[in-house]
């Protein structure tokens, strides 16, 4: 059952009996309507009957033993991009692009396409998140534009966007190499440009994440910082590759100040958030476009510092997860308020009680979310769901199913199919290759 804009915010997002206080507090940032289903009836709890999740396919390749590593689903689930990086072999520094055949997935899925970079970097590895979880690949809404990351890639990383041709994906290299030219140089060689991206629905505003950008040069000190580039009117394939905007925190970079985290892009492109210590820093869209600024126009609060933020396929609601190796198990929702995200805050709690993570990681670490369905990492052993009660995610008390399945990153399309990728060697319980599950 998928719901609509009216029913997530008609559905009581609140989670927790007690209040949560300070920039949180209820009584300023959750509307009246939603506190009244604190204490909801068992009637009202009730999940929806849906479909349990079920795999119906694997995909591997000869000759590739870390497909996996990260990937990207369009919203229809039809289009698979994943990435191979950092292993060698084959497909070293590709991404390989994957269309559901005529069938569906559970019949044998063979590559459309590779997709490389020109002239190829020796020390690049497309996809590859220099060590911030399966991000280093984003593709819109619709599969037309897929987004690599390049963090290490020589002159401090890059982002390669690649487009699809009129006949459709086949082997091709970048339609633009995206950098770090701009005000504020972000080439200065530890910048790791591109450790995680991030495209808009419609592949017209592409992120980039420069981990280790530092304005002042200070060595040692990371900020963090967030270009985003916008695609000319001539396509991407005319793009010089400097960045439209860089997002950085407003402090004045301190030397106490907290270093920006990964970003997510609204749907629309109009909004950009970013982790930033413990809260979400949101950043608002000018009208004349993100070349004519977009300052914070937020501070989300949240109870711990969040780890991975991302939207619902129609920006009304925003998944962060607070996971930290060997800590925390919780994840929170926030929903946009009638005004936008300027005072919204936290709408539901969802948390799962999960063995200790050995070796980093920990629940919610990775995460996909489809508005109406979470799929996140919990343990050594499992992938766990969160579906939307009929009732609104207010009354998400529990995980409805478990995979057994341990990939090292998820994706989940809007209309729910699941994929599960399996990466380097050993780091999954199911060694390289990607697992689909549909309900």
């Known amino acids: 059952m998928t719901l609509g804009r009216r029913e ?56 590739d033993n870390c497909l996996g590593a990260s990937l990207a689903l ?15 072999g084959r497909y070293k520094d590709t991404v390989l692009v994957f269309r559901e055949p005529a069938r569906g997935w559970g019949h044998r899925a063979r590559p459309v396409a590779v997709l ?14 220099d060590g911030l979880g399966p991000y280093g690949l984003a593709i819109s809404a619709d599969g037309s534009t897929i987004v690599a990351g390049d963090p290490l890639g020589s002159n401090g990383g890059g982002v390669y966007v690649f487009q699809e041709p009129s006949g ?21 060689g530890q910048s790791a440009l591109g450790g995680s991206v991030a495209v808009s629905a419609d592949g017209s505003v592409v992120l980039g994440y420069a981990g280790g950008f530092n304005s002042q040069l200070n060595y040692g ?10 695609r000319p009117a001539g396509g991407w394939g005319t793009a010089t590759g400097a960045f439209t905007a860089q997002l950085t925190t407003p402090a004045g970079h301190a030397v106490d100040e907290p270093q920006l985290g990964a970003p997510a892009i609204s749907p629309d492109a109009s909004v950009i958030v970013a982790p930033a210590a413990s809260s979400i820093l949101v950043y608002d869209e000018a009208p004349g476009g993100w070349g004519a600024g977009g300052g914070v126009d937020a501070a989300l609060a949240l109870p711990g510092p969040p780890s991975v933020v991302t939207f619902s396929p129609d920006g009304d609601s925003l998944l962060a997860s607070t996971a930290q190796s060997g800590g925390s198990d919780t994840m929170y929702l926030l929903a946009a308020g009638t005004s936008g995200w300027n005072g919204a805050g936290v709408a539901a709690t969802l948390s799962v009680k999960v063995p200790p993570v050995s070796g980093g990681g920990a629940f919610g670490d990775h995460v996909a979310y489809s508005g109406t369905a979470i799929a996140a ?63």
Request: charged share 15%; aromatic share 8%; with cysteine.
């Open 8 to 63: 997530l915010l008609q559905s009581g997002l609140v989670l927790r009996s007690k209040p949560i206080r300070g920039a949180l507090a209820l009584a300023l940032l959750v509307p009246a309507f939603w506190a009244a289903s604190a204490a909801p009836s068992r009637a009202v709890a009730a999940y929806a009957a849906a479909a349990r999740f079920r795999e119906v396919g694997k995909i591997l390749v000869r000759g």
């Open 74 to 88: 369009d919203a229809n689930g039809r289009i698979i991009a994943a990435a191979s990086s950092p292993c060698g």
């Open 116 to 129: 490389s970079a020109s002239p190829a970097d020796p020390a690049g590895e497309l996809g590859d998140s």
């Open 168 to 188: 459709g994906w086949h082997s091709e290299t970048q339609s633009a190499y995206l950098h770090g030219t701009g005000p504020n140089d972000t080439s200065d």
């Open 221 to 230: 000190l990371q900020y963090g910082a967030v270009n985003v580039y916008e």
């Open 377 to 439: 990492f919990s343990d050594l052993s499992s992938t766990r769901i969160f579906e939307q009660p009929a009732s609104g995610w207010a009354n998400a008390s529990r995980t409805t199913q478990t995979l057994h399945p341990l990939p090292v990153s998820v994706a989940l399309s809007s209309s729910n199919e699941l994929v599960l990728g399996g990466g380097p060697g050993a780091a999954s319980n199911f060694g390289p290759g990607l697992l689909i599950f549909q309900r």
